[in-house]
């Protein structure tokens, strides 16, 4: 049995938005279309939907799931991690090490240039994860503590700037 990660990167920030510091940062208006996008484009695709949401607690990164949420119609098991924000792929894989095992499809919403270098080191090769960018890694192993740099499988990377032309409809609350 694999386990599959998906890494989800906030969405673009607004720089001119008002905020006491960078874990306040807010997203932009783009940022919240491109979250909401993709939310819809991970429920629409076919795909499993992760059982377990692993989130930093940076403002932007919680906008980004809430959004992608909402717009995905989808629910699951949602926490919130200070270890994701401003963390390198080393501390990550400790994260990653200490999922419960019952949820074999997590996904982490967090930050670059974290969520670039660890695709690079799960799979070898230059990845960039742009803003709202998701991309699923599949991991040989059948439980999360065995969780290894350089044995991972980048199944896919979907970046937001090529499905932008279809713009999640929904109203915004």
Not at 42 to 58: I, K, N, Y
Not at 125 to 144: C, F, K, N, Y
Request: glycine residues 6%.
């Amino acid at each position: 049995m694999s386990r599959r990660l998906i890494l989800f990167r906030h969405g673009k920030s607004d720089w001119d938005a008002p905020f006491s510091s960078d874990h306040e940062r807010p997203l932009s208006l783009r940022g919240e279309r491109d979250a909401q996008n993709m939310g819809m484009l991970l429920t629409t695709s076919g795909q499993p939907l992760p059982q377990l949401v692993v989130c930093s607690t940076a403002l932007r990164a919680r906008a980004t799931l809430d959004l992608a949420l909402r717009a995905g119609n989808w629910s699951p098991e949602v926490v919130f991690s200070d270890a994701l924000y401003d963390s390198s792929p080393e501390q990550v894989l400790e994260v990653i090490r200490q999922l419960p095992d019952h949820a074999a499809r997590v996904m982490l919403v967090g930050h670059e240039p974290t969520w670039s270098g660890l695709v690079e080191r799960f799979c070898g090769g230059r990845v960039r994860m742009p803003t709202a960018a998701l991309a699923r890694l599949d991991l040989p192993v059948s439980r999360w503590r065995d969780a290894a740099f350089g044995s991972g499988e980048l199944v896919w990377l979907f970046q937001p700037s090529f499905f932008r032309k279809f713009r999640y409809a929904g109203r915004r609350d």
